[in-house]
């Protein structure tokens, strides 16, 4: 069972990017109890990756407020970076770098102390040990995956972003990643964002998901708590249910009960 501590990790209030006419996250809000794990889903373009880019200091918002680990985002960013880390396997680690030289340069960007047995750790942890000295830009989709992950784990991370966590993975490393990342998570009571479009791993690892459609909170809730509001049977039916227009949100959800 997860152990959710009191302070949030992490407090959106009110986000807001725009580029030119358009609105790629729009008066976004929620806060992720440390210790927790919240997934963000949401169809293509509906504002995960540009959230989780701001979430880091890579966008900078054009309204609202982000707080991670009690800091200020806006200006005190510096002060939370060492201890959040990212993975996405769509954001490649520079070709030419064997994976230990990639791992190394990340863990003394980040001042991980004895970096050397850190990398030796992780490596074995997830599984990269065997192409350590391979060039990054040879390796399989799946091994990139697995070094993403090494890479977003080096600090060991008090605020964990995944984007995609378990793409190009065959089923039985995926499980075995999702075993890896729950067990993380509850040995150190780290804060993880998942991004996903796995419904079935969103449900394995997420206490509350929020819903995004078109850059705005469509629902929120636990993954059970979002079955049964919908009427459905597992999460993947769910997302259908929102990505085709015949879930009601919590925007009608709100309008009902003030009309009443």
Same mark, same amino acid.
């Given at each position: 069972?997860?152990?959710?501590?009191a302070?949030?990790? +992490? !407090?959106v209030? $009110?986000?807001?990017?725009?580029?030119?006419e +358009?609105?790629?996250?729009?008066d976004?809000?929620?806060?992720? &109890?440390? #210790?927790?794990?919240?997934?963000?889903?949401?169809g293509n373009g509906?504002?995960?990756t540009?959230? @989780?880019?701001?979430?880091l #200091?890579?966008l900078?918002?054009?309204?609202?407020?982000i $707080?991670?680990?009690? @800091?200020d985002?806006?200006?005190?960013?510096? =002060?939370?970076?060492?201890?959040?880390?990212?993975s996405? &396997?769509?954001?490649?680690?520079p070709h030419r770098l064997?994976?230990?030289?990639? *791992?190394?340069?990340?863990?003394? *960007?980040? %001042?991980?102390?004895?970096v050397?047995?850190?990398?030796?750790e992780i490596?074995?942890?997830?599984?990269?040990?065997?192409f350590?000295?391979?060039? =990054? %830009?040879?390796l399989? =989709?799946?091994?990139?995956?697995?070094?993403a992950?090494?890479?977003?784990? +080096?600090?060991k991370?008090?605020? *964990?972003l995944?984007?995609? &966590?378990?793409?190009?993975?065959? &089923?039985?490393?995926?499980?075995?990643?999702?075993?890896?990342?729950?067990?993380?998570? $509850?040995e150190?009571?780290a804060? +993880? *964002?998942?991004?996903?479009h796995?419904?079935g791993e969103v449900?394995?690892?997420?206490?509350?998901?929020?819903?995004?459609?078109? %850059?705005?909170?469509?629902?929120?809730?636990?993954?059970r708590?979002?079955? !049964?509001r919908?009427?459905?049977?597992d999460? !993947?039916?769910?997302?259908?249910?929102?990505?085709? #227009?015949? #879930?009601?949100?919590?925007?009608?959800l709100n309008r009902?009960?003030?009309?009443?």
């Open positions: 069972m997860t152990v959710v501590l302070t949030p990790s +992490i !407090e209030k $009110h986000l807001r990017k725009v580029y030119g +358009i609105v790629a996250v729009d976004l809000t929620f806060a992720v &109890p440390r #210790g927790a794990v919240l997934g963000l889903l949401g509906a504002g995960k540009t959230t @989780i880019a701001m979430l #200091g890579l900078e918002p054009t309204a609202g407020d $707080h991670v680990l009690g @800091i985002m806006k200006k005190r960013r510096y =002060a939370a970076l060492p201890r959040m880390n990212f996405s &396997p769509y954001v490649d680690l064997t994976v230990r030289q990639n *791992l190394l340069f990340y863990g003394r *960007l980040y %001042g991980v102390r004895n050397g047995k850190r990398i030796d490596a074995e942890h997830m599984q990269v040990a065997p350590l000295d391979r060039q =990054a %830009g040879k399989s =989709a799946g091994q990139k995956t697995r070094v992950l090494a890479k977003a784990l +080096i600090n991370p008090d605020v *964990l995944l984007d995609e &966590p378990t793409a190009s993975l065959d &089923p039985d490393t995926a499980d075995w990643v999702r075993t890896y990342l729950k067990d993380y998570q $509850h150190t009571h804060t +993880i *964002l998942l991004a996903s796995n419904m449900e394995r690892l997420c206490d509350d998901v929020v819903l995004l459609q078109a %850059g705005r909170v469509f629902d929120r809730g636990s993954p708590e979002l079955i !049964e919908f009427g459905r049977e999460m !993947e039916e769910v997302f259908l249910d929102m990505a085709r #227009g015949r #879930g009601r949100g919590l925007d009608a009902k009960e003030t009309a009443s």
